[in-house]
Each structure stands twice: as C-alpha cells, then as structure tokens.
C-alpha cells in the first residue's frame, strides 16, 4: 500500500524542475559513461580559488578555536557571528551600505533563504487577502517555482525583447505593463540573472526600487552570481541597497555549493524574522561555511579573488561557448541572449518545430544535459510559444565538455528543423 502524504507532503514530493536537474547532476556525476553535464547549475573548479580553501582548511585543523566554530558550536540562528560582522564591514566599505551585523542573516544556501523569504511575504495574510510574489521579468530562475506553502505564489510577466547585433538579444523589464497592486507582496529578481545571464541594467533596477518603495513592498535581488563576489559578471552595474531591498547572496558560486551558505542582507526587521524561522526549521545555520570565509570577507580578499580569477576565468568560457554555439548553429534559426553574467547561455531557436522538453529528451538521449527553457516562467498565466523555443546551457564545466556538448545541441537542433522541412 502506497503511504498516505498530508497536502504538504503531496505538495513537495511531486516532480519538479529544481528535482529533474539535481537529479540529472546526480546521475551524470556518478554515471560510468562519459554524459556531458551542460544542464546543471554546479559552479566550476577553479584551481586558484580551491587552492585558497585548501590552504585555509588546514590553517583551520591547525586552529583549535577555528575548529571549534566550524564544527563544535552551534550558531546563532542569525547565523555566525564574526562573519556576519566581518561581510556588514565588506559591504559598508565596498558599498557606503549603513549595515551591522544585525542586517546580515545567513542561512543553508539561499534556496532555504527563498523558501523563508516568499513564504514570509506571500500567501494568505491575516485580512484574508492572498497576496503573491512578482517576478517582473520571465525567464527567471526555476528554482524558485515550487517553494510556496500554498499554490499560485507569483505573478509574473512577459520581458520586452531589444533586438541587438545578430544573434545577440536581451531582454527588459516591460515597465509600461509593471502595475503592483494590493495582491503583491514583494517583487523579485535574479541579477544576473538565472538562466538567461541578463543583467537588468541600473536604471531598471532604479524603476523596481522606486516602484517597490512607493508600494510598501520589499525589492528582493537574488545576487548568487553578483557583485561583489563571485562577480560572475561581464558588464558594468551598481548593487544598490536601502532597509527597503532584501539582497540575497551565497557562497555557492565561488565554488562552495557543498557548504550551503546563503547570506541575507536586509532591514532588521526581515533578519529578525528569518532567524526565528530558522531556529523552528533547523535550530542554527552551518557554520562551515561562514569559518571557512570569515577571514577572506574581513580583509576583502574574497574581492580580489573574485576579480582575479573568477570573473576572467568565467569571461574566457563564455567567450568560448558563444564562439562555438554560432558556429554550430549556423544556417539554422537561432538567438543567443546577451551574455551579460552568470554561468549560462539562453539560446532562443524561434520556430523550433519540436517543443524544447523534447529537445532536452532528445539531447539527453544523445549524452548531453541541457536545460528545457519551459521551466523559466514561474508564474507567467498567459500562453508564450517563446517558453517552448529556449534552452538553457551551462558553460562553467571543462572546455572540450563545452565544445563537444555544444556540437551535439548543433546536431539534434538542425535534425529537428530539417525534418519538419
Ligand atoms: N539563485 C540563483 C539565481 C541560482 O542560480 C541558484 C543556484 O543555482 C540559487 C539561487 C541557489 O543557490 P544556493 O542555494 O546554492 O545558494
């Protein structure tokens, strides 16, 4: 007899996207034959910055009170302290952001930190009214699509499309259609942006906070690839903050997914409430992460690391995967999203004649993992044929695993256009 799940269970055991491609890391990472892993979201391993946890890890073993904190403490459910002390410093240095640690909480990675948040703001609230996260740009990060308590937590909305150099594009807040209303409880973006690698540029970011401000509701920027670190970044842009801006960053993209830490920057009020939900959830948050960080964030070398390594590191790759995906695809319809941060490349194919769920079952049959660009669009209500035309393609793994994986996306997509011809 199958066990019987509560609503909750039911709710959060069903198939998801964020299960389908942790699953597909999971099977590629452990599988015997050669699967070439372009779906994930798994940072790269770059030889300097591993080189710089290594080290640090044996000062810690050398360090009884460093080994203390890291493994024989539990953390202030706000999280650890002299880290957060040390990254308010960061921040107020780098930025003139007027932050302690009473404005920094962290958490197990920043999906937990995502849970916590939209659930703290969105669903039905004491007056009876429902009220629902907006996302106003689709495509937007999938991970966020299945973590409400109760269904229907976005509204989102279709971008305006700048039509650049071909086969460039990029994508834009439609500010003329952004109205927030009483059922809006917050507004949320990725920047840059998860999957497409769109950095909203200042002035949008300028329109939301304004927005956000005038409507009492919190701007929430999901920064897991910004500035100031990893500063997976390629163009120029200036994180903001004010008590009004709920700025979510994590160690995950320097390379530590394996350490689940995610940081929260925001008013008192909001850090206050995440660690009340954090000490229900999981009494304190990991402190592996945060030790292992604290003294890189103390004296801005994490900065430096970032701008040293990760960023060019990120830059050469992108360069590579653009080059070899124009050339693959050449002769067949295609769009390429303007590279401007993160680790991925959209890549648009208008008038694909199968649905991109196909062409992901068809790539993964061939032995490359992509992402089906239907799973962006959390909470867009209207029909778009756009969401079935997209993939997305990571470019953080080894550069032949880049070239051969793209080789074959090149094949199936033009199988797939010329069998409809
Ligand atoms: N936000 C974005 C935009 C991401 O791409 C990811 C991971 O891929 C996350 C949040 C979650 O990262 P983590 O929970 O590892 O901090």
């Not at 459910?77 to 404005?103: C, F, H, I, Q, V």
């Not at 660690?275 to 948050?285: E, G, H, I, P």
Request: hydrophobic share 40%.
């Amino acid at each position: 007899m199958p066990l019987k799940f509560s609503r909750f269970g039911t709710r959060f055991t069903r198939s998801t996207g964020a299960l389908e491609l942790m699953d597909d890391l999971g099977s590629a990472l452990t599988s015997d034959d050669r699967q070439l892993m372009l779906g994930g979201g798994n940072p790269a391993k770059i030889p300097e910055i591993q080189a710089r946890f290594r080290e640090r890890l044996e000062q810690i073993a050398a360090t009884p009170r460093d080994f203390d904190r890291m493994f024989a403490d539990y953390a202030h459910p706000k999280g650890e302290l002299t880290m957060r002390r040390s990254l308010a410093g960061l921040l107020r240095r780098e930025y003139g952001w007027p932050l302690t640690e009473d404005n920094v909480a962290l958490t197990g990675g920043s999906q937990a930190a995502f849970f916590m948040l939209f659930n703290l703001f969105a669903g039905e609230h004491p007056d009876g009214v429902k009220r629902r996260i907006l996302l106003p740009v689709t495509p937007e990060y999938v991970g966020y699509t299945d973590v409400g308590l109760t269904e229907g937590l976005f509204r989102s909305l279709r971008p305006t499309i700048e039509e650049l150099e071909p086969p460039f594009f990029k994508y834009h807040v439609d500010l003329a259609a952004l109205h927030v209303d009483d059922s809006i409880a917050a507004i949320c973006v990725s920047r840059p942006t998860n999957p497409t690698g769109n950095l909203l540029t200042d002035a949008e970011m300028e329109a939301l906070d304004t927005l956000a401000r005038a409507r009492g509701v919190p701007l929430i920027v999901d920064n897991a690839y910004g500035m100031p670190f990893p500063n997976i970044v390629f163009r120029d842009a200036t994180p903001q903050w004010n008590d009004n801006t709920i700025f979510c960053m994590s160690l995950s993209k320097l390379g530590l997914p394996g350490a689940r830490t995610g940081i929260v920057i925001a008013s008192e009020e909001v850090v206050d409430a995440l660690t009340r939900m954090t000490a229900v959830l999981s009494l304190a948050v990991g402190s592996v992460g945060p030790v292992l960080v604290q003294p890189l964030i103390e004296s801005g070398e994490i900065i430096d690391l970032s701008r040293r390594f990760i960023t060019p590191y990120y830059r050469a790759k992108v360069a590579l995967a653009c080059e070899a995906l124009q050339r693959e695809l050449t002769g067949v319809p295609h769009k390429i999203h303007s590279p401007e941060g993160a680790i991925f490349l959209w890549l648009w194919l208008p008038g694909l004649p199968i649905s991109s769920a196909e062409l992901y079952r068809r790539l993964k049959q061939a032995g490359v993992f992509v992402l089906s660009g239907h799973y962006f669009f959390p909470g867009l209500e209207e029909p778009w044929q756009h969401r079935n035309e997209c993939l997305r393609i990571s470019f953080a793994q080894e550069e032949d695993v880049v070239r051969e994986g793209i080789a074959l996306i090149g094949e199936e997509v033009r199988k797939a256009f010329a069998a409809a011809t």
